[in-house]
């Protein structure tokens, strides 16, 4: 064979190794990607219950990444899923369980809530505005409406810490709650801003770049 033919041989085998790699990467990603949840009727109105914790469960694919969960009020029943099933045009009530502990926000203007009815979200029952940046565990952001909400994690040093999915109320943390309201039907990217990614390049990697983890999407419907 000559120079060129071997040449051309070794693209082609190059090229098919690739698309085999790409294949099998899309293929491990639809057959792991979390499902949605949806919203629950409360007397309130309609409810979504979400928990964020150090480290998925321990049958998880990725069981040391840091993660969002749904849950029930009671945080007894966990559903490992970052996309949320909202209905358009409504007012949505949001709880978060935050069991992470603090990592702390570089850019300190995301400490203050945006979007949210009346501009403040309830801290362990407190109308809050803002919270110290280097109190943050994470960030609930939906950047295309404009909403984003800083969530303070409990102190390393908190007594009975959660260290892995599923948690329980027992265990330290914060309790976050606000209102927004959702835009038309459509699908919304959701992702958390505070580089929470342990072990990864400026905590930037892994589950913040991963839905089904640090990000995901509000289905309005």
């Not at 499902?35 to 928990?51: C, E, F, N, R, W």
């Not at 358009?88 to 935050?98: F, K, P």
């Not at 109320?169 to 990614?197: D, M």
Request: net charge neutral; aromatic share 10%; hydrophobic share 40%.
């Amino acid at each position: 064979m000559s120079s060129y033919g071997r040449r051309i041989a070794g693209i082609t085998i190059a090229t098919a190794i690739v698309c085999i790699a790409i294949g099998l990467y899309v293929g491990l990603y639809l057959t792991n990607v979390p499902g949605s949840a949806a919203a629950q009727q409360t007397p309130v109105g309609t409810s979504l219950y979400l928990a964020t914790v150090p480290t998925a469960e321990a049958n998880d694919p990725h069981s040391t990444w840091v993660s969002y969960y749904a849950v029930n009020a009671q945080a007894t029943t966990w559903s490992h899923a970052t996309t949320y099933v909202l209905p358009a045009n409504s007012l949505v009530h949001v709880t978060i369980y935050e069991f992470d502990t603090q990592t702390g926000l570089r850019n300190p203007f995301i400490s203050q809530a945006t979007g949210t009815v009346g501009g403040t979200f309830l801290l362990n029952g407190k109308p809050t505005v803002a919270i110290d940046p280097d109190t943050a565990s994470h960030v609930f952001a939906i950047p295309e409406i404009g909403l984003s909400v800083p969530l303070m994690g409990p102190g390393s040093s908190a007594k009975n810490l959660c260290s892995q999915a599923p948690c329980a109320l027992n265990n330290a943390h914060e309790t976050i709650s606000f209102t927004f309201r959702t835009p038309a039907k459509g699908l919304y990217r959701w992702q958390c801003f505070v580089p929470c990614a342990a072990g990864f390049i400026q905590g930037l990697g892994g589950p913040m770049q991963t839905v089904g983890y640090m990000d995901g999407f509000i289905k309005v419907v």
